[in-house]
């Protein structure tokens, strides 16, 4: 299994809902990545987990959790979204640290 | 702060001609550099990369040049595609740990 999946593909939230997104790797890499892109610009890292630890937070809402249940898969916890945090959510995955990423097909959120 | 920046935002290339998508960084930290490609509301797939001890990569039809002196990298697709088209991003990251700075994009249009 040489992937990362990300489910859902798509999602349509209000403002006031709690949704979840989800991601998975089984290529034994130690670090996972959730990223937010919006349309015509690079990705923008949001959380970074090493080892199943959360090593980097780049200042992200509170409105988005992360969650590492093991090594295989990661979530992103939402609640209480905005309209402009509607975009793409990639999820990547590295052997280790400073390593290849290698990303999923994204969650696109739309924020009513 | 951009700290990698790709300067053409796009580039329209004749069928069978070679492309060259341009990429500079600021970090003189920075020693791992790798290009991906980007289909429009799909997660970036990773083409090819380069570390700082090396001036050149070539896999198939994609080549990676550093100029670590002029802090600039360059990929070469020869001969382009028409599936090729698409969005070309560049990272970098250094011995700072997990993090990749992206460049802004390049969209690649070769023509039939």
């Known amino acids: 299994d040489t992937e990362v999946t990300q489910t859902p593909k798509h999602l349509v939230m209000g403002m006031t809902n709690k949704k979840s997104l989800k991601c998975e790797q089984h290529?034994?890499?130690?670090?996972m990545y959730w990223y937010k892109q919006k349309a015509k610009k690079p990705p923008e890292l949001m959380f970074v987990?090493?080892?199943?630890?959360?090593?980097i937070n780049e200042s992200v809402p509170s409105r988005f959790s992360p969650e590492c249940p093991n090594s295989s898969l990661l979530n992103l916890h939402l609640h209480a979204l905005q309209p402009e945090d509607s975009a793409l959510y990639l999820c990547?995955?590295?052997?280790?640290?400073?390593?290849?990423?290698?990303f999923g097909p994204g969650t696109r959120l739309l924020v009513l | 702060d951009q700290q990698v920046k790709q300067n053409s935002p796009s580039l329209s290339v004749q069928e069978g001609r070679i492309s060259i998508l341009n990429c500079d960084y600021t970090?003189?930290?920075?020693?791992?550099f790798l290009w991906y490609k980007k289909y429009p509301a799909e997660g970036p797939t990773f083409l090819i990369s380069?570390?700082?001890?090396?001036d050149k990569n070539e896999d198939g039809r994609f080549t990676v040049f550093l100029n670590k002196s002029a802090k600039h990298l360059s990929l070469h697709i020869v001969p382009s595609q028409p599936g090729d088209s698409a969005v070309y991003f560049c990272?970098?990251?250094?011995?700072?740990?997990?993090?990749?700075?992206f460049g802004t994009g390049t969209s690649l249009t070769v023509i039939p």
């Open positions: 990547a995955s590295s052997p280790g640290d400073s390593e290849t990423q290698y």
């Open positions: 290529m034994g890499h130690r670090a």
């Open positions: 987990y090493s080892y199943e630890k959360l090593s």
């Open positions: 970090n003189s930290m920075f020693d791992y």
């Open positions: 380069i570390s700082s001890i090396k």
């Open positions: 990272a970098a990251s250094g011995n700072t740990g997990n993090q990749f700075y």
